[in-house]
T-cell receptor, first 114, second 113 residues
Framework: AQSVTQLGSHVSVSEGALVLLRCNYS??????LFWYVQYPNQGLQLLLK??????LVKGINGFEAEFKKSETSFHLTKPSAHMSDAAEYFC????????????FGGGTRLMVKP | DTGVSQDPRHKITKRGQNVTFRCDPI?????LYWYRQTLGQGPEFLTY????????KSRLLSDRFSAERPKGSFSTLEIQRTEQGDSAMYLC???????????FGPGTRLTVT
């Protein structure tokens, strides 16, 4: 079975500072990894995904994530935070399950201070 | 807008009543998923369709829950004899065949009083 752990349920950064949201996963097969963002009272929007190939993945809104197999990690970063980045972020894994569904972490709420 | 749509967006019901939610996926997407999200948690998988076939159901999906996708297009999720523990956001998502991620709808927020 696969699982996802997001370290830090709340992260606060100043506007313009580096954003780092941590995600570790477990999967018995090479995983497909995803980051989603959720704004209040809305559904989830796909930020970026890793399937195969290049381990550094670039997504929308200036976010990127690096797949590190040796560390079983897929941390999300952005060089400079904007106020509009304040939201809930979810890491997810699709592994070897027959249903092809995503398994999500518990989420990290990002707060951006002016 | 050609994204995933869900109806209704909000539903308040009394305990014991039945409710039904609808999801319209992106038209060319073969796969359709239902997830449930409670406050402060990540979404949890409920069930999955490929075209009209329901291929997997989570243990979270009790006998009171039933989902259909009769013609491989829209889907419905029905909850019978609702309980207060059913209060949550119900998210629908769709995806094409392949390794890409799911595209989520805005969700239906259910409140059981």
């Amino acid at each position: 079975a696969q699982s996802v752990t997001q370290l830090g349920s709340h992260v606060s950064v100043s506007e313009g500072a580096l954003v780092l949201l941590r995600c570790n996963y477990s999967s018995s097969v090479p995983p497909y990894l995803f980051w989603y963002v959720q704004y209040p009272n809305q559904g989830l929007q796909l930020l970026l995904k890793y399937t195969t190939g290049a381990t550094l993945v670039k997504g929308i809104n200036g976010f990127e994530a690096e797949f590190k197999k040796s560390e079983t990690s897929f941390h999300l970063t952005k060089p400079s935070a904007h106020m509009s980045d304040a939201a809930e972020y979810f890491c997810a894994v699709r592994g070897d399950n027959a249903g092809n569904m995503l398994t999500f972490g518990g989420g990290t709420r990002l707060m951006v201070k002016p | 807008d050609t994204g995933v749509s869900q109806d209704p967006r909000h539903k308040i019901t009394k305990r014991g009543q039945n409710v039904t939610f609808r999801c319209d996926p992106i038209s060319e997407h073969n796969r359709l998923y239902w997830y449930r999200q409670t406050l402060g948690q990540g979404p949890e998988f409920l069930t999955y369709f490929q075209n009209e076939a329901q291929l997997e159901k989570s243990r979270l999906l009790s006998d009171r829950f039933s989902a259909e996708r009769p013609k491989g297009s829209f889907s419905t999720l029905e909850i019978q004899r609702t309980e207060q523990g059913d209060s949550a956001m119900y998210l629908c998502a769709s995806s094409p065949l392949g390794t890409g991620g799911e595209y989520f709808g805005p969700g239906t927020r259910l409140t059981v009083t």
